[in-house]
C-alpha cells in the first residue's frame, strides 16, 4: 500500500473531454488522486460528473471552486485555458491544462510566468508524446540524419469515437453562451489579428483542436522549428498545407477533413539522408481524443 498522500483534484470544465477520458483515469487512480472538486457551467454535465465523483463539491463558478484550491487544478473548459490557469497557480495549485494550451502566445506567457512565480507546475495534456511508438522513435531517431519529414492527418467525425460512452450532455443560458463566444472570438483576434473568416476558423479550430497535436509531435522530435517556409487554407477549410525547417530539414505538414470516413488516421513520415532508408515511423498513432 502507498503511503504517498493522494493529491487533491479539482476538475474545471466537466464536458466531452472530461467524460470520455480524465475522469474515468482519475478514478482508476484513485490510489493517486482524490477528486475533490468539480465545476462547469452544465448543469447536465455536473451531474454526470458527480456520478462517477460523488464526494467531490460541485461549483458552477471556477472562482469559488479555488476559494479553497486543491493541490491540482484541471483545465479541461473548451475556451481559453489562461484565466482559470493563472489564476490556478496564482493561488498555489499546480495546473494541467487540455491542448491547446492557449489561444495566443500572449496568454501563453502569461501562464507560465504565473506558474514560475509560484513555483507550481504547468503541464499541457499533449498525450501523443507518451504513446509508445512515439517514445521509442524519439530514442532511436537520429535527428542529424532526418532531411524530410511528412506528417498527413485525416480527420475524420467525431462521432463513432464517443458514440459508446454514456454522456451528460446539456447547454447552458444562451446569452451566457454569446458572451463565451465573444470573448473566445476576441482572443483569437488578439492571437492572428483579423485575417477573415476562414483563417480564424481554420486557426481556431483545425489548427488548434486536431493540428496542434502534430505540430507538438514533430517539435518533440526535431525541436523549435526555425522557419515558415509556407502556408495554404483551402476548402471551407477542410485542409490546411503547411512546411516548416527544422535547420536542415524540411517538414510538410498536411491536415485533410474528411467527413465521408469513419477512421481518424495519422502519418509520420522522415526520409533520412539515405533515402533507402525510408521508414514509417508511427502510423494510426492515437485513435481520437
Known sequence: MSTVPRLRVGVVGCGLVAQVMHLHYLRELSERFEVTALCDLSPAALHFASRLHPAAQTFERWEDLLAEPPDVVMVLVPGSHAPVAVAAAQAGAHVFVEKPMCLSEAEGREMITAAEHASVRLMVGYMKRYDPAYEELERTLDRAAVRFARITTLESPLEPYVAHYPLGRGGIDPALAAQLAEDDARRVTVAVGDLGPLARQAYRTSI??????????????????????????????????????????????????????????????????????????????????
Open 208 to 289: 488548434l483542436d486536431s493540428m496542434i497535436h502534430e505540430l507538438n509531435a514533430v517539435r518533440g522530435l526535431l525541436g523549435e522549428p526555425d522557419e515558415l517556409l509556407f502556408s495554404d487554407v483551402w476548402g471551407d477549410p477542410t485542409g490546411i498545407t503547411a512546411t516548416l525547417r527544422f535547420g536542415d530539414t524540411e517538414a510538410v505538414f498536411t491536415w485533410v477533413d474528411l467527413p465521408g470516413i469513419a477512421r481518424y488516421e495519422q502519418e509520420l513520415e522522415k526520409l533520412l539522408t539515405d533515402l533507402a532508408l525510408k521508414s514509417r515511423a508511427i502510423r494510426d498513432l492515437e485513435a481520437k481524443k
